[in-house]
């Protein structure tokens, strides 16, 4: 299963309808392996669809996504909003930010070393193996 986040671009001042997720769930249709629908309206800079879809690759996940929000948005409720992107997030960038914003890294955490629960060095190497 995959997440895909669908970005949405809308006329200005516009808003979701209130009952997004359930038009979405509506266009979704059996067997197309969308499982859960998840709304963020408030999302900056534009909302955001969180899209759970069930599929065997993540190209497929991605287009399943894709041609469910072109359905919705071609819904009279939508007139004016935009498909921007369907494309399952990366989280990297969020882990690299949590990374550079607890500072430097202490001896041994930032991979030159052992860290706070590395052992100080390798048990099967260690000095009591090498008197065998």
């Known amino acids: 299963?995959?997440?895909v986040?669908?970005?949405?671009?809308?006329?200005?001042?516009?808003r979701l309808p209130g009952d997004t997720r359930s038009l979405v769930r509506a266009q979704a249709h059996e067997g197309g392996g969308i499982e859960h629908v998840a709304v963020h309206a408030?999302?900056?800079?534009d909302p955001v669809l969180g899209l759970y879809v069930r599929a065997d690759s993540l190209a497929d996940a991605e287009e399943?996504?894709?041609e469910v929000?072109?359905?919705v948005l071609s819904r009279p409720e939508f007139?004016?909003?935009?498909?921007?992107?369907?494309?399952?997030?990366?989280?990297?960038?969020?882990?690299?930010a949590l990374?550079?914003?607890?500072?430097?890294?202490?001896p041994g955490e930032d991979g030159s070393g052992h860290g706070r629960l590395g052992p100080p060095e390798n048990p099967s190497t260690g000095p009591d193996q090498r008197r065998k």
């Open 42 to 45: 408030n999302a900056s800079p």
């Open 69 to 71: 929000c072109l359905r």
């Open 79 to 96: 007139g004016g909003w935009s498909l921007l992107s369907a494309q399952v997030p990366l989280v990297a960038p969020f882990y690299e």
């Open 64 to 66: 399943r996504a894709a």
């Open 5 to 14: 986040h669908a970005r949405l671009r809308g006329p200005l001042g516009a």
């Open 1 to 3: 299963m995959y997440l």
């Open 99 to 106: 990374l550079s914003a607890s500072g430097p890294a202490r």
